[in-house]
Every structure is written in C-alpha cells, then in structure tokens.
C-alpha cells in the first residue's frame, strides 16, 4: 500500500545508521569476533549483518549452520565487543537530533523501532541525547521476528497509536526497508550502509544523506 505525503501522521526510525553513527563499531565487533574464532571475514561481510539481530547474522557470516545455544552465546560476545568499542563515545547522524526537536515541538508521534538489544539503544540514544524524545522504542527483546519481518514496524506504529499506513519511516538497511514496507509503510532510506539505489531498489521511496536542512512535513 502506497502512502501519500499528506497521509504521514507519524514518523518511526530505526537507531543504527539512522539516529546514531554506530557503523563502525559494528563493524570492529564483528571483525574482532570472527578474527578470535580465526575466521576470514567473507567479503562485504558487513552487508550481511545489517539490520540483522546478531543471532541470525552469526551462521551467514560463518557459512554454516548454526545451534541455537551457540549462535546466542557468540551474539552475547559480539554485544559484549562493540559495548567495549562504544565507550570511544557515539555521534548522531548529521542533522538528526535538530530534525528529531522539530517533530518534538510540532507533537509528531514519533518511535524507534530497532535490532538492538533494549540496553544498547537506551544507553546509545541517551549518549546523544536523544533519548527522553522517544516514549516508543521497540527493540529485539520485543519481538519474536527480526527484520525483514515487519513486527518491529507494526509494534512501533501500535505504541504511538496510528495506523501502519499514515507511518514514515526511515532505515538504512535494505531488510530493514522492507520491513516497513511488509509493514504497508513509506520508507526514506539513508546511505549509511547502502547506496541510494539499492535502497530505492528495495522500496524506499527516495534516500538522503543525512537529515541536515531536512523539515516537517516531509
């Protein structure tokens, strides 16, 4: 379902690559726990793992098939790595804290509906002060489904009480994409971690940069 620029009521955005520059240290996380295992990063492996909870992206960048238990426990080690590489201090995306303040001062419903563990996004979004602007964070331990599976997005929509329809949405990962749009929501993509027409391509309506000079409504 196709939403209209007039029919935007809300706005939800994912955390990672979105609101906060976290890339990085997802990347080094990742690097140092394959690099412990004395596994070669495959290439591009960082794609694999975007918007992904950690579980399911452990047997892609292994290769093989996972246990559960096993998966779980080096997700929790992953988690343990980049807590220790965010102590270096997280920045926000360009421009998304003065655009998040623009939707607070209009009341725009907004949420963030995240693959991060409920700790990293409440500490993450706290460190850029971005935290107390979002009564609505749905993160992995509310759902049973990950990305691409559009539960995340239909929570979020259901915490600020408006149809999945009237919902922007903005994401930096093609899974993520969509999901919002399994979710019958619009997506603005950002070029975090793809291209713009690789996001366009999974079904963002158009993609930006950043969010400096960007103003509501959309």
């Keep these: 379902m196709s939403v209209r620029a007039a029919d935007a009521r809300g706005v939800i955005f994912d955390m990672d690559g979105v609101l906060i520059d976290s890339g990085a240290h997802h990347r080094d996380a990742w690097r140092l726990l394959l690099g412990d295992m004395g596994v070669e990063p495959p290439p591009d492996y960082w794609r694999l793992t975007i918007g992904r909870p950690a579980e399911e992206a452990v047997?892609?960048?292994?290769?093989?098939?996972?246990?559960?238990?096993?998966a779980v426990a080096l997700a929790a080690r992953k988690r343990e790595l980049y807590t220790q590489l965010t102590a270096r201090g997280m920045v926000a995306i360009p421009g998304a804290p003065a655009f998040v303040e623009v939707l607070v001062?209009?009341?725009?419903?907004?949420?963030?509906?995240?693959?991060?563990?409920?700790?990293?996004?409440?500490?993450?979004?706290?460190?850029?002060?971005?935290?107390?602007?979002?009564?609505?964070?749905?993160?992995?331990?509310?759902?049973?489904?990950?990305?691409?599976?559009?539960?995340?997005?239909l929570k979020a929509a259901a915490g600020i009480a408006l149809p999945p329809r009237t919902c922007l949405v903005f994401e930096d990962s093609l899974v993520g994409v969509h999901a919002a749009r399994n979710a019958g929501m619009r997506v603005i993509g950002v070029t975090t971690a793809h291209t713009g027409r690789e996001l366009v391509g999974a079904g963002a309506e158009r993609a930006i940069t950043d969010f400096q000079g960007f103003a509501w409504p959309v």
């Excluded at 047997?59 to 096993?70: D, M, N, Y």
């Excluded at 996004?121 to 009564?135: D, N, P």
């Excluded at 489904?145 to 539960?151: A, I, L, T, V």
Aim: hydrophobic share 40%; no cysteine; proline share 7%.
């Design 59 to 70: 047997p892609l960048l292994l290769g093989r098939a996972v246990a559960r238990e096993e």
């Design 105 to 153: 001062r209009l009341d725009v419903p907004r949420a963030v509906a995240t693959s991060a563990s409920r700790r990293d996004a409440e500490v993450l979004l706290g460190e850029v002060g971005l935290r107390q602007h979002f009564g609505t964070i749905v993160t992995a331990e509310d759902v049973q489904w990950g990305k691409p599976n559009p539960e995340v997005y």
